[in-house]
């Protein structure tokens, strides 16, 4: 497990580690799930006009890019710099790999109607 440090200076104990935070990593991470899903229940419900699902799947983007930006501030205060650099590596390989599979979708789905897209 890997250790983060917090904002402020109560001790918790992350990845078996001790270190400092408002919060563990747990619970923040709790929080912010709980929120996500009530977000993805509104999104599902079929009740929202286009445009209120537009604006909350925006929000739901910018709560967890928040939270990854958050985390990985955190990972840069406390890592070492050997694996820092190959958390960054492994983190530009997965970009590049959810990248390429996104293409390959949109190039499956090029000059096909959206219906037969999501196959109905």
Excluded: H
Aim: include cysteine; glycine fraction near 4%.
């Amino acid at each position: 497990m890997i250790p983060f440090l917090g904002p402020s200076g109560d001790k918790v104990t992350v990845n078996d580690k001790t270190t400092t935070s408002d919060v563990s990593i747990e619970s923040e991470l709790q929080k912010i799930e709980e929120k996500a899903a009530a977000m993805q229940e509104d999104l599902s419900s079929g009740e929202l006009a286009q445009q209120e699902m537009n604006t909350l799947s925006l929000q739901l983007y910018q709560l967890w890019d928040n939270e990854l930006n958050s985390i990985w501030s955190r990972l840069k205060e406390t890592l070492d710099e050997d694996t820092m650099t190959t958390l960054t590596q492994e983190e530009r390989d997965w970009i590049k790999t959810k990248r390429q599979c996104s293409r390959g979708s949109r190039q499956r789905c090029r000059g096909r109607k959206p219906a037969a897209i999501i196959g109905k």
